[in-house]
């Protein structure tokens, strides 16, 4: 599989992480395993965090490495700090101030779960929350996230392929497209009751994906980063990583995914069409309407504003894998 055999491009994990995390880290790897979930039954997201990086071998994690290419550019490629990457959130049912997620989701219960997987599909499922992370293998990947507002990291998600979980599903020749959405839970997320709070989104948050993107094997779902299960504010218990797109596709806390034949409706396109479109793949030559996406920047170990600004890349650094999924489309006009 294209993500198993990391090219002589490709960077290697002791390159982006700094050498002493690395070396600790290769020695808890060869003893990685995961206790299943229910021996640490918990509610809520935060008081429910697995560490699967210390906890008894049972699952094994395949070997790591980095999935983005080579970035001559970026005169700092370490990993974002976990501090920043649970703390500098978008998740707007949980507010739409950059801090106010990891404020106002601690209570977020995601035990029990389901996520239903179902539509134009012959055996559809419903998952509870431990088969979330005993279904499938888990691997570590690390990835660059960039957003549609022009900041990135680099942030090693743990998760397994979507195209192995709707593969399971056995979807039939009218599944054309995959439908993601979020939970609605007012009671719960305060920014889906009060419309201010939320941002002006149509809730639930609602995304979209062609059926080969979905299937494509760098399309993650993922159940946990810096070895530990999500934290709330990042989407628990289950999210979707999407790298070679802007952040908004990689949607949060899903309930459901529903195979279908058109195109489906998506949050941001919804709300400014002109801005934010279906495809939204990572583009610096194609600006956002009010603002450039030529440059962004990348969030690192310095202080949370500190600048450190590196040219975008397209496909956020993933084309040899996805450009092809493109091939003879006009991608300013499908954005
Ligand atoms: N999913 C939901 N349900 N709600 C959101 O507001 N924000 C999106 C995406 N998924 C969002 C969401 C945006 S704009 C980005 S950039 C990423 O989540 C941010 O993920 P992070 O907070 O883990 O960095």
Redesign the pocket.
Same mark, same amino acid.
Request: charge should be neutral; charged fraction near 10%; aromatic fraction near 18%.
């Given at each position: 599989m294209l993500i198993k055999t990391p090219k002589s491009s490709d960077l290697k994990e002791s390159e982006v992480t700094p050498e002493n995390v690395y070396l600790n880290r290769r020695d808890l790897l060869k003893s990685l395993g995961f206790l299943g979930a229910g021996a640490l039954l918990a509610n809520s997201a935060s008081a429910n965090a697995i560490d699967w990086f210390s906890q008894e071998e049972k699952v094994k994690f395949k070997t790591t490495s980095l999935k983005y290419q080579a970035d001559a550019n970026s005169n700092n490629l370490s990993l974002t700090p976990e501090s920043k990457?649970t703390t500098h959130? *978008?998740?707007?049912?949980f507010g739409a101030q950059k801090q106010q997620?990891a404020e106002l989701s601690q209570s977020f219960k995601v035990n029990p779960w389901q996520l239903t997987i179902s539509g134009e599909c012959d055996k559809p499922i419903t998952l509870d929350y431990d088969d979330l992370t005993t279904m499938f293998a888990l691997e570590e990947r690390i990835y660059r996230?960039r957003?549609?507002e022009a900041w990135s990291?680099n942030i090693p998600w743990i998760g397994f392929s979507l195209a192995d979980l709707l593969k399971k599903v056995s979807p039939n020749s009218s599944a054309k497209y995959v439908f993601f959405e979020?939970l609605h839970d007012p009671v719960q997320m305060p920014g889906q009751a009060n419309r201010r709070l939320g941002g002006g989104i149509a809730y639930p948050?609602v995304e979209g994906l062609r059926i080969d993107e979905a299937m494509n094997p760098l399309t993650l779902m993922s159940v946990g980063l810096y070895g530990k299960t999500l934290p709330p504010? *990042?989407?628990a218990p289950i999210r979707l990583v999407v790298p070679w797109k802007y952040?908004?596709k990689?949607?949060?806390?899903i309930v459901s995914i529903k195979l279908v034949s058109e195109q489906p409706q998506t949050t941001w396109h919804k709300l400014a069409a002109n801005e934010y479109g279906f495809y939204a793949n990572v583009n610096p030559e194609h600006d956002h309407p009010r603002w450039s996406q030529a440059s962004e920047r990348h969030i690192t170990s310095g202080g949370l504003f500190s600048r450190n600004r590196i040219n975008t890349l397209p496909f956020n650094g993933y084309g040899e894998q996805v450009a092809h999924l493109y091939k003879g489309m006009d991608l300013r006009k499908y954005y």
């Open positions: 990457v959130n *978008n998740f707007y049912e997620p996230l957003c549609v990291m979020t948050y504010q *990042n989407g952040g908004f990689s949607i949060k806390s």
